[in-house]
């Protein structure tokens, strides 16, 4: 079966083994952060809508969850933002429904937190792991691009109101950018609303893949540890690079098409991907091939390797 709102199991920084559901069309999303890894948004909106009929999501969840696959998280993420979804309520209910052994995660970027819907549709989630990287303005906007309805000032409010109606985790991700986000007065402003929010944890995230801009650079072991030491917040931990932890996998889809769907959400290392789908190294080099023959596989050089992405 070709799955189309579904993806992996990934092996993921923060979640473990873990199996996405993307209920958005690439690339929607009320941001167009610089260092979005699924590349440029294409479609930047505030507005809720339903993307895709459920009972497409649910046929697929049901046919790869029937086998009662190892996980760690069921994981809404994928190409956008998330709770642009007005189904993800509705998907997240589902899921309690058939398979309340799964844990339910949601990796959201907490833009529209402020709205009471978007709360109530993530009460039922196990964690909510939403990003805030700066309280102020003029580095909001230069990092993440919003769409112009969206207010700072509403966001972090958003945050805090969540906190109070949420008994789930919240794992709040700080993003570093260095130079961008990381002075003292930034890291104190930080600091302050942290403390409101309350978060079960605090990650400190940098970037592992190319961005969508170039001059975006990974923050090193000691600007990472110089925030952690700044915002002093008991539970703040720093993101871990690629693991490179091989997984056996059970499919989701056939190899080519995880392969497939795989690059097509972020670009990954042959490496990565080894990790992500538990095959061998020269597997994945193979299906590299074979889908470089039909489609346009585009790669990048960084640091950490060469990486392989398809744009749509
Ligand atoms: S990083 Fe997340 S929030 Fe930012 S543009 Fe990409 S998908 Fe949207």
Redesign the pocket.
């Known amino acids: 079966m070709k799955s189309h709102h579904i993806f992996g199991p990934v092996s993921s920084r923060r979640l473990g083994r873990s199996l996405g559901i993307d209920l958005v069309p690439f ?1 929607t ?5 610089v ?4 590349g440029a ?1 294409t479609y930047r909106t505030t507005k809720r809508e339903i993307f895709f009929p459920v009972k497409e999501v649910y046929t697929e969840l049901t046919g790869f969850l029937s086998s009662s696959p190892i996980l760690d998280y069921v994981t809404f993420s994928g ?3 998330p709770t642009l979804s007005l189904s993800i309520g509705e998907v997240i209910r589902f899921l309690k429904d058939n398979f309340p052994s799964y844990r339910i995660a949601v990796l959201t ?1 907490g ?1 529209l937190l402020s709205d009471p819907d978007v709360r109530r549709d993530l009460l039922t989630a196990d964690v909510v792991l939403p ?1 805030l990287s700066t309280v102020v303005n003029q580095t909001f906007l230069k990092i ?1 691009n919003p769409d112009p309805a969206l207010s700072l000032d509403k966001i972090l409010a958003g945050l805090v109101q969540f906190r109070n109606e949420y008994s789930g985790k919240i794992w709040l991700e700080v993003f570093v950018i260095p130079g961008l986000n990381t002075s003292n007065d930034e890291l104190e402003g930080l600091q302050k609303i942290i403390r409101d929010i309350n978060p079960d944890r605090v990650q400190l995230n940098t970037l592992d893949r190319p961005g ?1 801009e170039e001059w975006v650079l990974p923050a090193d072991r000691a600007d990472l540890d110089r925030v952690e030491t700044l915002l002093d917040f008991a539970t703040a931990e720093k993101v871990e690079r690629s693991p490179y932890r091989t997984l056996k996998t059970l499919y989701a889809t056939e190899p080519v098409e995880q392969i497939r769907e795989l690059l097509k959400r972020r670009p990954c290392t042959v490496r990565d991907l080894v990790s992500a789908t538990g095959m061998h190294t020269a597997e994945v080099i193979k299906i590299l091939n074979e889908i470089g023959a039909t489609t346009d596989l585009l790669t990048k050089r960084e640091a950490r390797g060469l990486f392989y992405y398809i744009r749509e």
């Open positions: 690339k999303c009320t941001y167009n952060c260092y979005c890894e699924c948004t190409s956008g933002e970027n833009s990003t993440h969508t």
